[in-house]
């Protein structure tokens, strides 16, 4: 029980402090920025490293930046503490195993694509090619190379799905109706999830989607909506509900 309390508060640090990691990259990779600098967003001073600590630095400076006073918007850190609760999470529903290192691979790439697509209004390729290759990997081992064979052709199919999806969109709105970025995330939910639980979370994600989308619509907002964080959400609600989802495909097909 003693052990268990530690690495749960170890999962947890980490998961703040990939939370915090994952925060700088989808900030400045996007920007193509070489060196990543940390500072404020007002004044541009840049940081020293002890005001960099992940969440303590904001608390003890009271969510003020300490040169000129401003407020540090309080999102990032609360981004941070989410991946490291689910860090914890991640043991503490499934302990050491293939769903918990995949849990930790969507809280990781979830802080990503929620803050580039929010932010940018873009999913960078280097996140998911890395987690992409990360889940086959894990599915070789775990599972042995026919679950890896059906896992990649069940990505390729996806991919293709969601391919002719966006051409008939296109056709059908006469605008993109569906980013290149969301196509490539959809290649990963066929790599976890296989053909079905994929296409179950590519339309729990659009319902997730659909408030916004009336939202912009009544209210007269001029923009594109980020469908990125929305896809994640979906995906990661089937994976922690896989077996009741799975049960009820069973049962209606």
Same mark, same amino acid.
Do not use: H
């Given at each position: 029980?003693?052990?268990?309390?530690?690495?749960?508060?170890?999962?947890?640090?980490?998961?703040?402090?990939?939370?915090?990691?994952?925060?700088?990259?989808? #900030?400045?990779?996007?920007? /193509?920025?070489?060196e990543y600098?940390?500072?404020?967003?007002?004044?541009?001073?840049k940081y /020293?490293?002890?005001?960099?600590?992940?969440?303590?630095?904001?608390?003890?400076?009271?969510?003020?930046?300490?040169?000129?006073?401003?407020?540090?918007?309080?999102?990032?850190?609360?981004? +941070?503490?989410?991946?490291?609760?689910?860090?914890?999470?991640?043991?503490?529903?499934?302990?050491?195993?293939?769903?918990?290192?995949?849990?930790?691979?969507?809280?990781?790439?979830?802080?990503?694509?929620?803050?580039?697509?929010?932010?940018?209004?873009?999913?960078?390729?280097?996140?998911?090619? !890395?987690?992409?290759?990360?889940?086959?990997?894990?599915?070789?081992?775990?599972?042995?190379?026919?679950?890896?064979?059906?896992?990649?052709? &069940?990505?390729?199919?996806?991919?293709?799905? %969601?391919?002719?999806?966006?051409? #008939?969109?296109?056709?059908?709105? /006469?605008? +993109?109706?569906?980013?290149?970025?969301?196509?490539?995330?959809?290649?990963?939910?066929?790599?976890?999830?296989?053909?079905?639980?994929?296409?179950? &979370?590519?339309?729990?994600? &659009?319902?997730?989607?659909?408030?916004?989308?009336?939202?912009? &619509?009544?209210?007269?907002?001029k923009r +594109?909506?980020?469908?990125?964080?929305?896809?994640?959400?979906?995906?990661?609600?089937? !994976?922690?509900? %896989? +077996?009741?989802?799975?049960?009820?495909?069973?049962?209606?097909?």
């Amino acid at each position: 029980m003693l052990i268990d309390i530690y690495i749960i508060t170890l999962l947890f640090i980490v998961g703040i402090l990939m939370g915090y990691i994952n925060r700088i990259i989808a #900030i400045k990779m996007p920007l /193509k920025v070489k060196e990543y600098v940390n500072g404020c967003d007002k004044c541009n001073t840049k940081y /020293k490293w002890y005001q960099l600590i992940p969440l303590l630095s904001f608390i003890l400076q009271k969510g003020k930046c300490p040169y000129c006073k401003k407020n540090i918007s309080f999102i990032y850190q609360i981004l +941070e503490i989410i991946s490291g609760l689910l860090f914890a999470l991640s043991y503490i529903f499934y302990g050491f195993s293939y769903e918990m290192i995949v849990m930790i691979v969507l809280t990781n790439l979830g802080i990503l694509i929620y803050i580039t697509d929010f932010k940018y209004y873009i999913i960078l390729d280097e996140p998911l090619i !890395f987690y992409s290759i990360l889940i086959l990997i894990c599915k070789f081992i775990f599972f042995g190379y026919k679950t890896f064979l059906i896992s990649v052709c &069940s990505g390729l199919l996806i991919f293709v799905f %969601m391919v002719v999806v966006q051409f #008939i969109g296109n056709r059908i709105f /006469k605008q +993109e109706s569906i980013g290149g970025g969301d196509i490539k995330l959809s290649m990963f939910f066929g790599f976890l999830l296989g053909v079905r639980l994929s296409i179950v &979370s590519l339309i729990l994600g &659009s319902f997730l989607a659909f408030p916004c989308a009336v939202y912009y &619509s009544i209210s007269g907002v001029k923009r +594109e909506i980020p469908f990125g964080p929305f896809l994640i959400t979906g995906l990661y609600l089937v !994976f922690v509900f %896989m +077996e009741p989802i799975r049960n009820i495909l069973t049962i209606l097909f």
